[in-house]
Every structure is written in C-alpha cells, then in structure tokens.
C-alpha cells in the first residue's frame, strides 16, 4: 500500500481532499476520521498537520506527502517537492509600519516574528543581514503592536490582514508557495508513486482546459483553427449539412471567452465551452 499523508486542517485541506476526490481517491467523510484506507486504489491516507507532513515524508515512514512549498522548505527535512498543485498560491513577504524599512538589508538588528523562522533566517542570511527571528504560532501581524518585533515576515493571500492593520509590505517576495507533492529526498521512482502523480497531474491538466466545441463553414474553417490549435491538432468533422464541420478541441480555459470571441468574429456558429472532468494527454 502506499502511504500518503494530507493536511487534516488549515488552508490547503480542502483543496487537497477536493483534488484527491477529483482524482479517483475515497476521501473522509468526517473530520475526525485520521487515517482512510482505499483498498481498491491500494492507498492508505493519513491526515496530519500540514506542517508536519514533510518531517514523516522526509523520514521515510511515509511515501509521499501533500503540503505547502513554505512549510517543506521551514522544516528542512530530507524531503523533495515532485509536483505544483496550483492551490493554495500564496506569497511570503516581509511587513512592517510604513517608513520602517524599504528593502531587507534596512531590517539589520531588528527583530523579526515569523511563523516560518528558518525560510526567514536564510533569507536572511543569503542577503548577509544579521537580525534576530521570534518564532510565533499564528497572529504574527499583532506582534508589531504589541512591541515584540519591528518587522513581520508572513504569508500573504489576499492583503486584507495587512491592510485592516495599516501594515505595508516591503523587499522583493521571499518566496511563493503553492501546494505540493513531496517525497524523501532521492527516493526511487516506483510505479504505485508514479500513478498516483501521473493522477494528479491529470486532474490539474483538466482543470487547466475546456473542451470547445463549434460548427462552422468549410471555406472558414482554416481561420478558426488558428485560434483553437488543440494540443495535438483539432478534430474537425463533417456535418450532415453540407458545405458545414464540426470542430474540436481543447484550449485554456481562462482565454475561453477571448477565443469564443474570436470564432464567433469568423463566423463559428453554436459555440460550447465543456468542463473536462477528467484526461491524460
Ligand atoms: N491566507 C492564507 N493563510 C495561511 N496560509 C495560507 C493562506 N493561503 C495559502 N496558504 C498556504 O497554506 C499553508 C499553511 O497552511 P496551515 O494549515 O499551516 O496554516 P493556516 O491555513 O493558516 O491554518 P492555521 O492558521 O489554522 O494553522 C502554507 O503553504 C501557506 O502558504
Ligand atoms: O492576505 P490575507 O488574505 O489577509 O491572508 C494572510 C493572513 O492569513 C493567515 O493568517 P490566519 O488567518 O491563518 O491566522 P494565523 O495567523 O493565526 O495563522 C496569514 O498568517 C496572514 O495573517
Ligand atoms: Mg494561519
């Protein structure tokens, strides 16, 4: 059985469970279930703090582990990233009241409160800057106020925590992060872990595509494929209609709208954009 442990709380269970889901995977049905096994699948899933993911993966009493970018790199285990996941985005940055500091060499012989105090001390240390790092669980932002730090050091989503506090970001990011696979370090490549990222992998593609659909022209239809290629080449076939075909393929789908656009601009009649739910390309 392989053995594969996902986040049980936070910001990246739920995207995990949902592309486990997606992907074929039982998944729990209540929080409190900790361990699932899926016989049929042969996978057996723990549940654990995300940030204690890497540590078991790097350890190597588990095969591989979902987590974030952040928190592999914070605990420095032997574990390696083998696949992006596209969820979960977040950047890690340096903040502080405006006018405290414009860039990471201002913040020599401050205090520093993070949540991720070796990703911070690095940076740090890559930038030859000597400063002290608190480690705090959570709520780092408040720090400032309470007088325990000069600077932050914190993932930022969206900004709003920043902004309701008056807080400004300063320095180039300290990294970005996104959910992602990991295993031990140097692990070999065996074919249960293969088609669990090959698994994956074809969830993310499916999400990153919609299959479009058009009538059109046979004289127009050189015009249109320009703006729907397909990954290999698009499928065009006739329609009882003479003098008509019908085209299909798969195109980004966050330039759906723009394409449909243009094959409308060349005269592409009943034009579907379709969910894929699943592929391997
Ligand atoms: N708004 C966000 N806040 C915190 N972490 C986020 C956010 N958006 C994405 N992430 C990512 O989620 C991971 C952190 O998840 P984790 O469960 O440790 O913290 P959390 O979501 O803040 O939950 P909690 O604060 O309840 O422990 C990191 O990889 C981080 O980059
Ligand atoms: O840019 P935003 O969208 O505002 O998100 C970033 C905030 O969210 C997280 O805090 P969380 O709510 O997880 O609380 P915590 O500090 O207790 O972990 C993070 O530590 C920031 O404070
Ligand atoms: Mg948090």
Redesign the pocket.
Known sequence: MLRIAI?N?????EPATAMLHEAGYRQRTSGKELVITDEENGVEFFHLR??DIAVYVGSGKLDIGI?????LMDCAAPAEEVLPLGF???V?RFAADPGTASSVEDLRGMTIATSYPTVVAKHLSDHGVDASVVRLE?AVETSLQLGVAQAIAD?V?TGATLRHLGLVTFGDPIME?E?VVVRPAGAKSNEAAQRFLRRLQSVRVARTYVMIDYDIRAEDVEAAVKFTPGLESPTVSPLHRAGWVAVRAMVEADRAQQIMDQLEDVGAHAILATRIHACRV
């Open positions: 986040p709380k936070g910001s990246l269970s995300p940030r987590t974030g970018r952040d928190l979960s985005r977040s890690f959570g993932v989503e992060s959910g």
